[in-house]
């Protein structure tokens, strides 16, 4: 009993299916789509893939037609042991097919070696913003060197219309292992190797939040490694940069008049997924001031504790540079490069329990008590 | 079989050799111990095909598990560490420890009898290079229990199938994860190389008379060409596990980025060896269609020569491509472009193999048993694979498309979609002759379907979350990118593969106790293995065959219109 | 009977095909040669990449005689195999130990060579790029040289023995030819490592 061969009418409806979805992905509003390009390179990229897309149906239709039609056709009849006339090849046939192919590689190639040139060897205007990239395990720093300014996890990039271009002209390495910046709505994705600088450039045409991550696997975190790209209107921006730009002691004075804070860990209703079950709320305060869950107690804190190996604020003793700069760190929308939202209750958690949120993440639990972990949170929560 | 599909293989009986394949088979531990002393090239072929056989059935469930964790965001059926060490082994078993020992398996099997030879040139050297490549798979999975780990859970690899420096620096990753898998691949990689070696003494030095260079089988052509790729790009791979062992443990600075070292200089080496890899693995899998399609459909091959040249082409042209795998770590313009053009450039050849296939078909009577079933499933499924690789090669749009599901897409739809269903079409297609009873059509047809299912649900459906900005190596994801509901039926598609596999491996055991007896020549081919009982006795032809065409069977079943008067 | 004769006439003249031996070989080379390849190249991209320790310049001496012996031991293998060819056996086993003695010669030039380096300019594998490189690519054709000198031992062993004889000549010129495949490496190497990388 011989089985009907592979019918062309499923490969039909699937092939609309996939053209349905692919209009889909185009329009919605999907984050990630490669399809919604919101910057120069990201909208050259996308059109040459339509190109692309275009030949290649092309070819796989005028292909797949002709094998099927070819199954069908040619399929043995029933009760017939005859041999068909033997055809050992045709040099008219086999030509066309070489000359054929050759000629759309040809066409391919130059439609790639336009974008590809222009994309990547885009001169720099001198309105362009500079911006430094470093990959870490697990977190993203950035740097503006006209600026001054360090920041970790969430990049800030002004609008670039075509009436006033800013584009972004960026930098990257890495401190560690290889990384790569893929924000795919700004663009294709760029590789962060430590001991080399690449770079790329984008210029985003639309205010909004824009995410990303990691793609390339850096260690047990990798997942983890999220971005954010927050394009705001140049004023803005400039209000951003002022606010990175201002220092801890100005910040310290406004803070001075300060004697207690709400209670750190009570007031927020976000649950971290895996939040351990230690730490309750802490007793408000107590009667003696030096044990008080204040700003000032954190800090001392803080400064006490291996924290300031690592981190920096500015500032204050804090410099240490293998982990996320703090200075602003109330400025971010997320933690943990966008392990966890940036609450009060999770910061808490976080700190207790970096591992918590993201297993093999390169931050140890310091196994302070709750009452340490409330302080150094209250004073984390002044760093604005 | 139903009588009327041979009519041509009755009238050639007293030329084939009946004589029966084994005598007395002696005690349960004289047959044990002849397969581990074998040199019989078709011994050591069934033990790689078996041993590999195995090994997919352990990546499988690895696989499974990796879908299990990815059918929902945020999922915890598995830690990070444990997940990534899933996709690293899931990739490094596959190629490794499955890919190529089924090939050389095959290989092994059908190259002597092909080219009417009694045996490899070298038979102890390819007993050794099977053990060795066994030795080699043992101890990666050794791993899972050898010692503890950076999280104290075991050491199997967890640093990705391509294990970038410098993260496999003794700095990232202190415990032995990376050990294993330098040194089982080290084996594994001596292995390869010698069957290499012995598959090229083969083909050149050991054919039967009369039967030239141009009129050996395509599949022995193909297998010196995938046998010269293993020499050319195995060794890499070799040299950079040195280097990284001694990185490692000898203090060397070769990927110590602190000391001036360089992660891109790993990236070359890796895949100046990974991409002729892929080649290795798929040159067979054209080897077993060069030889099914044309038996079912009842017509020689179409262009034999241009097919030689076209493999070969493709042989030597797939060593000049392999930065399409580093269009991101930032070669300069120029380097991006050559890169583009040569990888470009690989589907000239690539076209008119299949090209040349669909002339096969053309024309033709074709037959649909399950062994022309699969090798169907794979021409469709081949073209869009290419496709997809010529999409990919595009370096612009590759910078979106790099490292993410899209890539792991397209490539498992070349190694499942073209490679492991030519696989199991040289399996249908071969099992007769290797153990002398036909596979069940009605299992096989099961199989074909689900796996015909099971293969588009997931894969499929798997390039819409790459295009989505879903990268991979990833152990969970975020709810709000709009990629759960494609990741629940890529996993959905994964349980319906497993179930058809396992329908495959019941037949498989089930038809060598009851399958149907099937003769010498059951699909009535026309190539030399067909000329020996199934199995063939240990010394496979009694006397030296001579040939004087490509297809000395047809010759033999219609002497009214032999090949050898056209070639 | 398994023949499966054809039907038009037999084949005509001789059926040659290459020696077994000499494809293996060959091959061999040819994976061999990629694997040095890869050195080579590691090698010529880490020069001047060293961001301390002792430079090429600095340390390393020219090692013209001991070449010269592993050159020349091209020469004598040569002499050897035409010796065997002809049946020659006092000659072969002369112009072979003439190879294995130059070939233990070279061997120990680099000894003598890693001991200054090690002892006097504290330069090991570990020291820095360069140390890295050098020892490895160096290192690794030592290797090949002492496998191959380990092979032709046993040969001088079986031929002291009275078990080489003339009809051998085709497996001695097997072994030659991975001998002038370590020679043209080493060419290479001195190339890369003494000329181009000082």
Same mark, same amino acid.
């Given at each position: ?9 499923? %490969? ?35 059109? %040459? ?124 390495? $890495? ?60 004023? /803005? ?13 100005? %910040? ?41 869950? /204040? ?29 996320? /700069?703090?200075?602003?760190?109330? $400025? ?48 984390? %929560?002044?760093?604005? | ?53 195995? =090994? ?9 598990? +990796? ?16 997940? &990534? ?7 490094? !078993? ?31 050297? &390819?007993?050794?290079?099977?053990? #060795? ?82 009129? #050996? ?52 080496? =890796? ?20 030889? #099914? ?54 589907? +000239? ?13 053309? @024309? ?93 649900? !997931?894969?499929? =459906? ?24 494609? &990741?629940? +039926? ?12 396992? +329908? ?10 009851? @399958? ?23 010394? &496979? ?27 | ?40 190249? *590691? ?53 072979? *130990? ?58 001088? *062993? ?41």
């Amino acid at each position: 009993m011989r089985s009907r061969p592979k019918s062309s009418s499923p %490969l039909c409806r699937f092939s609309a299916a996939v053209f349905a979805f692919c209009a889909t992905c185009a329009h919605a509003s999907l984050p990630t789509s490669i399809f919604a390009p919101h910057s120069t390179p990201a909208s050259e990229e996308n059109k %040459l893939s339509y190109f692309v897309l275009a030949i290649s149906a092309l070819i796989f239709l005028g292909v797949s037609s002709l094998l099927v039609y070819a199954l069908l056709r040619y399929r043995a009849r029933p009760n017939d042991d005859t041999e068909p006339p033997q055809v050992f090849g045709s040099l008219q046939i086999e030509l066309s097919w070489t000359i054929i192919p050759i000629l759309i590689i040809v066409v391919l190639f130059l439609g790639t070696a336009r974008v590809l040139f222009s994309v990547q060897d885009a001169p720099k205007p001198p309105s362009a913003l500079d911006v430094v990239v470093i990959g870490h395990q697990f977190w993203w720093e950035f740097r503006y060197p006209q600026y001054n300014v360090v920041a970790a996890n969430e990049l800030h990039l002004p609008v670039s219309t075509r009436s006033a271009p800013r584009p972004a002209y960026m930098k990257l390495t $890495s401190a560690d292992v290889v990384h790569s910046f893929w924000v795919p709505q700004l663009g294709g994705k760029t590789d962060l190797l430590p001991n080399r600088v690449n770079e790329m450039w984008t210029d985003p045409q639309q205010t909004g939040m824009y995410v990303g991550q990691c793609a390339q696997f850096c260690g047990p975190q990798h997942a983890k490694m999220l971005l954010r790209v927050y394009v705001d209107t140049p004023e /803005d921006f400039q209000k951003w940069i002022s606010g990175q730009q201002r220092m801890q002691a100005e %910040l310290g004075q406004a803070r001075a008049s300060l004697v207690s804070q709400p209670d750190a860990g009570s007031s927020n209703p976000a649950v971290p997924p895996h939040a351990p079950a230690t730490h309750a709320a802490p007793a408000a305060q107590s009667g003696d001031a030096s044990d008080a869950i /204040d700003a000032r107690n954190g800090q001392l804190v803080f400064e006490q504790q291996a924290c300031i190996n690592c981190h920096t604020i500015n500032g204050t003793i804090a410099n240490g540079r293998y982990g996320p /700069d703090l200075t602003h760190l109330m $400025s971010r929308a997320t933690l943990a490069a966008g392990a966890a939202e940036n609450t009060p209750g999770n910061l808490q958690a976080w700190i207790a329990d970096p591992s918590a949120f993201k297993p093999g993440c390169l931050m140890p639990a310091m196994h302070l008590s709750d009452r340490q972990n409330a302080q150094i949170t209250a004073y984390l %929560l002044t760093l604005k | 079989m139903d009588g009327q599909s041979m009519p041509a293989a009755q009238g050639i009986e007293g030329a084939l050799d009946r004589t029966p394949a084994h005598s007395a088979r002696g005690t349960y531990l004289e047959v044990v111990h002849s397969w581990i002393v074998t040199v019989d090239h078709k011994k050591l072929g069934i033990l790689y095909i078996a041993y590999a056989l195995v =090994f997919l059935l352990v990546a499988g469930v690895e696989a499974m598990l +990796i879908r299990i964790q990815l059918i929902r965001p945020h999922n915890d059926f598995v830690s990070p560490f444990t997940f &990534n060490r899933l996709f690293t082994m899931h990739g490094t !078993t596959m190629v490794f420890l499955v890919g190529m020992p089924i090939l050389f398996g095959f290989g092994n099997y059908l190259v002597p009898l092909m080219i009417g030879a009694r045996d490899m040139a070298f038979p102890r050297l &390819n007993a050794f290079s099977f053990w #060795i490549a066994a030795f080699g798979g043992l101890l990666l999975y050794y791993s899972f229990i050898g010692g503890v780990g950076l999280a104290g859970t075991g050491s199997a690899p967890d640093v990705a199938w391509f294990a970038y420096a410098p993260l496999t620096e003794k700095a990232f990753s202190p415990g032995h994860t990376v050990d294993y898998w330098a040194v089982a691949l080290l084996a594994s990689g001596i292995g390869s190389i010698g069957t290499a070696i012995n598959i090229l003494a083969t083909v050149f030095c050991m054919r039967c008379k009369g039967m030239t260079l141009l009129r #050996i089988p395509l599949l022995p052509w193909l297998y010196a060409t995938t046998s010269f790729l293993v020499l050319v790009a195995v060794s890499p791979l070799t040299a950079c596990q040195a280097m990284l062992l001694i990185d490692r443990y000898l203090g060397g600075h070769f990927f110590d980025t602190q000391a001036g070292g360089s992660a891109i200089l790993w990236a070359h080496f =890796f895949w100046i060896f990974g991409h002729p890899e892929v080649y290795v693995l798929v040159l067979p899998a054209f080897a077993f269609a060069n030889e #099914i399609i044309p038996v079912f459909s009842r017509k020689a091959i179409f262009g034999y020569p241009a097919m030689v040249a076209a493999s070969v082409g493709i042989g030597f042209i797939s060593l000049g491509v392999w930065a399409h795998h580093m269009f991101t770590i930032g070669l300069t313009s120029f380097g991006n472009a050559f890169f583009t053009l040569s990888t470009m450039l690989v589907s +000239i050849p690539t076209g008119i193999k299949t090209f040349n296939w669909l002339a096969t078909l053309w @024309g033709g009577k074709i037959r649909f048993e399950t062994p022309m079933l699969f090798s169907v499933a794979f021409l469709f499924q081949w073209v869009i694979a290419g496709l997809t690789g010529i999409m990919l090669s595009v370096s612009a749009w590759n910078w979106q498309l790099h490292n993410s599901y899209f890539v792991v897409a397209h490539f498992h739809y070349v190694l499942v979609g073209a490679i492991v269903f030519m696989i199991f079409a040289a399996l249908y297609y071969w099992y007769p002759k290797m153990t002398g009873r036909m596979l069940d059509e009605r299992l096989g047809k099961w199989h074909f379907w689900l796996m015909v299912i099971g293969f588009h649900m !997931t894969f499929d =459906f798997m390039h819409f979350p790459g295009l989505l900005g879903m990268p991979r190596q990833i152990y969970t994801y975020e709810p709000d990118r709009g990629w759960n509901t494609l &990741n629940f +039926i890529v996993s959905i598609g994964g349980f319906i593969q497993a179930i058809a596999i396992l +329908i495959f491996v019941y037949n498989l055991v089930h038809s060598y106790f009851r @399958g149907e007896e099937a003769g010498p020549d059951p699909w009535d081919a026309w190539t030399l293995e067909w000329a020996t009982s199934s199995p063939p006795p240990s010394y &496979n032809f009694a006397t030296d065959p001579q040939v004087a065409s490509r297809r000395p069977l047809w010759d033999l079943k219609h002497p009214e219109d032999p090949d050898s008067a056209f070639e | 009977m398994a023949t499966v004769s054809i039907q038009h006439g037999t084949v005509e003249g001789a059926w040659t095909q290459p020696a077994r031996g000499t494809i293996a070989m060959v091959s061999l080379i040819i994976a061999e040669s990629a694997i040095f390849t890869i050195f080579v190249v *590691a090698y010529l991209y880490y020069i001047g990449h060293d961001v301390l320790g002792p430079t090429p310049r600095q340390v390393l001496e020219v090692p013209w005689f001991y070449s010269i012996c592993l050159i020349s031991s091209s020469g004598s293998i040569v002499l050897a195999e035409h010796a065997i060819e002809h049946g020659r056996m006092a000659a072969f086993r002369l112009w072979w *130990a003439v190879t294995i003695l130059l070939g233990i010669t070279f061997l120990f030039g680099t000894g003598v060579e890693w001991h200054k380096l090690i002892v006097h300019d504290h330069l090991t594998i570990s020291t820095n790029l360069f140390g890295t490189t050098y020892y490895s690519l160096v290192g690794l054709h030592a290797s090949h040289v002492v496998v191959g000198l380990i092979m032709m031992l046993f040969v001088m *062993a079986f031929s002291l023995a009275g078990a080489v004889r003339q009809e051998h000549a085709y497996r001695v010129k097997t072994l030659a030819l991975y001998w002038h495949f370590v020679d043209a490496v080493w060419l290479v190497v001195f190339t890369v490592v003494y000329v181009v990388g000082r």
